[in-house]
């Protein structure tokens, strides 16, 4: 079958969060096999998709799984799963996909921007666990539970400067959250084109960095647009291959603005 590496929520080869797809034939074939297929492409994230009969809620079926384990939910993976889609003319327009976390929607612009429906993930003021300063290395200056779909840590920080400088350990990071930490701030300068900025680490799942992360931003975006004042924002996610994410908040539901690019296509022949 037809395997695909596209980088997500980029403009270019080689920057952005890189997955796998693969467009299946028939229904998902045994848990194992997709775990083994994830973890021999061994990006953050392996896209599994196969068609829906029609007349239903949803016209394809989608699953995510990291190099360890299956995800409840995927943006950067949804989104290239949607641009593999568009652009060999296996799905034309918008597509619902039935995923763990219900029904996403995505649908590709003319301009090349697609656009992912989202629920909003429901944050929780927490306080932070004992030795989090020490662990991630900044001390928090707010700290939010992110709900079990994200099933992160949202950690906002000083300044973007002290975001950039990060050097957590990850080993202990781990036993602070379901899949880990999202770390932010308030852009230094908004005149370069984003509003905030973040890094995420996800030890729990196989995944020290993510590069760019689609679901962080269920959350990113409603913490900012309440600190901000404004529905629609865009993120700078400042890992070493970064990535732009535009958000756009609407209530219970979040859209995610990103393009795609595919880098590899080839032939999976186990």
Known sequence: ????????????????????????????????????????VNHAETAFAHRLPGG?????????????????????????????????????GPVRFAT?????TATPGTD???????????LTPVEPPAGLARVLGAEPTAMY????????????????KTVLSLSPDLRSLGTLSTRGVIATARAAD?????????????????????????SAHTALAPHWSARLGRNTLTGLQASRRTGV???ELRGARTLLFGRAVTVIDGELLA
């Not at 695909?4 to 890189?18: E, K, W």
């Not at 360890?68 to 799905?91: F, K, N, Q, R």
């Not at 763990?100 to 996403?104: D, H, K, M, P």
């Not at 090349?112 to 429901?122: K, M, Q």
């Open 190 to 214: 908004p005149a370069l084109g984003y509003d905030f900025v973040s890094r995420c680490f996800f030890p729990n799942v196989g995944i020290d960095e993510d590069p760019v992360t689609g």
């Open 112 to 122: 090349g921007w697609i656009t992912l429906d989202f629920p909003t993930a429901p």
């Open 245 to 247: 994410v535009r958000t």
């Open 145 to 160: 539970d992110t709900g079990p779909q994200v099933g992160d840590l949202l950690v906002e920080l000083a300044d973007e």
């Open 1 to 40: 079958m037809r395997m695909r590496i596209v980088d997500a929520f980029t403009d270019r080869p080689f920057a952005g969060n890189p997955a796998g797809v693969l467009l299946l034939d028939d229904v998902f074939p045994d848990d194992d096999w997709l775990q083994k297929v994830a973890m021999e």
């Open 56 to 92: 239903g809620e949803a016209d394809w079926a989608l699953r995510w799984f990291t190099p360890l384990a299956e995800v409840a939910m995927c943006g950067h993976a949804t989104l290239a799963t949607a641009h593999v889609l568009s652009s060999t003319g296996a799905h034309e």
């Open 100 to 104: 763990r976390s219900g029904v996403l």
